[in-house]
């Protein structure tokens, strides 16, 4: 059995309109993280529940590739799009799939699969999405769904935290109270991992005038998807004519450098 380290309900409210009748769905076990072994048999179970209130509902329950966007927003990602070394869609599955939920009952359903003893490093990731189908009449129909993230690290194997920024450009206009930078990281490594951003402004001698740092944010980076960083530099004093340089790093929360990139720019 896959022990849960933590009980998130991440609910999220779908399609043309949200039923108020519906906003009783809840899931137990609704976040998976595990360490997990080639070749092992993994369980881990979770029990779909209505209050009393709520309507009856037709459920369906998928396995989806993980992935997040630029802001590190969770994305469910059909068989199609799932193409990340890591992801753990493939070996994984779910019973029953579909089911009906009477008001205020509760259903089980069971994820599980079998470690391919071939697995690799690192970490693997799916999200189970459970989600009623779409009720209503007319051009109005309502939906609810939960997506259950689930993390599962090879143990024993080396956790590979590295990335690059691919991108780092300074929004227009240019200005001399402020500078507006946005920059592209990407998690080239193994394992998911929570990282911070810091721009330094510099004058043509190498001198601080003033930096920038963003919050290692609400959700970790997974491996092979990029994350957005955007920064706002206010000077110490207002910036004259000359050249200037911004350097960005992107660093993990314990502080370790990832990665550094410059950019210059006249006023």
């Known amino acids: 059995m896959i022990e849960t380290k933590a009980a998130m309900l991440i609910g999220t ?3 043309l309109a949200v039923n108020p009748a519906l906003a009783g769905l809840t899931v137990s076990g609704s976040f998976c993280d595990a360490d997990v072994t080639p070749g092992q048999h993994i369980e881990h179970d979770m029990i779909i529940s209505t209050d009393a209130g709520d ?3 037709e459920m369906q329950v998928d396995i989806l590739g993980f992935g997040r966007d630029l802001k590190g927003q969770n994305i469910g990602l059909n068989p199609d ?3 990340s ?6 070996f994984l599955r779910v019973s029953p799939r579909n089911f009906t939920l009477s008001p205020g009952s509760s259903q089980n359903v069971l994820l599980e699969g079998d470690i391919p003893t071939d697995v690799g490093e690192g970490g693997r ?3 189970v999405y459970i989600h009623s189908n779409p009720s209503g009449s007319g051009n109005v129909g309502f939906a609810v769904a939960v997506e259950v993230p689930v993390r599962l690290t090879i143990a024993g194997t080396k956790l590979v935290k590295t990335g690059e920024i691919t991108d780092l450009s300074i929004n227009k206009p240019i200005s001399r109270e ?8 990407n998690n080239t490594g193994n394992y998911n991992y929570y990282a911070s951003a810091e721009a330094v402004l510099k004058d043509m001698n190498g001198s601080i005038l003033s930096n920038s740092s963003t919050p290692a944010g609400f959700n970790s980076i997974l491996p092979a998807t990029s994350r957005q960083f955007d920064l706002s530099i ?3 004093i207002k910036l004259q004519s000359g050249s200037y340089s911004i350097t960005s790093t992107v660093r993990l929360d314990d502080g370790t450098e990832l990665a550094s990139r410059e950019i210059e720019f006249d006023l």
């Open 13 to 15: 409210f779908i399609l």
């Open 55 to 57: 309507g009856q509902m």
């Open 81 to 83: 799009e799932d193409i």
């Open 85 to 90: 070394p890591y992801s753990a869609r493939p």
């Open 125 to 127: 990731y799916v999200l």
């Open 178 to 185: 402020k500078q507006n930078v946005s920059l592209t990281f």
């Open 234 to 236: 206010t000077p110490n």
